[in-house]
Nanobody, 119 residues
Framework: QVQLVESGGASVEPGGSLRHSCAAS??????????MGWFRQAPGKERELVAT???????NYDNSVEGRFTISRDDAKNTVNLQMISLKPEDTASYYC???????????WGQGTQVTVSS
């Protein structure tokens, strides 16, 4: 059974920083996944892409987070991470870890972790 478990959600003031981590079980990112990433969903809005990283290390970011967020992988720990700096109130959302498998294109999601940016 595949599980993605996020950690790192918190409440911070504007300009603050947070680091998300997504730990996988039942799947090995480096072997089974062709893309890993983070999405977010704010209240009343659709889920949107934040950042992705492919198995060969290619990254992609939404324009709204480019230059402030950094996605990375730690294959030794089987995690995908999201470093967020210069946080803004509009970054407030639930953040979800995501992966798509290489062979079957099956998608998996974490349960979400809440980020609240306010003064």
């Amino acid at each position: 059974q595949v599980q993605l478990v996020e950690s790192g959600g918190a409440s911070v003031e504007p300009g603050g920083s947070l680091r998300h981590s997504c730990a996988a079980s039942g799947i090995i990112f480096s072997s089974h996944s062709n893309v890993m990433g983070w999405f977010r969903q704010a209240p009343g809005k659709e889920r949107e892409l934040v950042a992705t990283i492919t198995n060969n290390g290619r990254t992609n970011y939404d324009n709204s987070v480019e230059g402030r967020f950094t996605i990375s992988r730690d294959d030794a720990k089987n995690t995908v991470n999201l470093q967020m700096i210069s946080l803004k109130p509009e970054d407030t959302a639930s953040y979800y870890c995501y992966t798509k498998t290489r062979l079957t294109s099956r998608e998996y999601w974490g349960q979400g972790t809440q980020v609240t940016v306010s003064s």
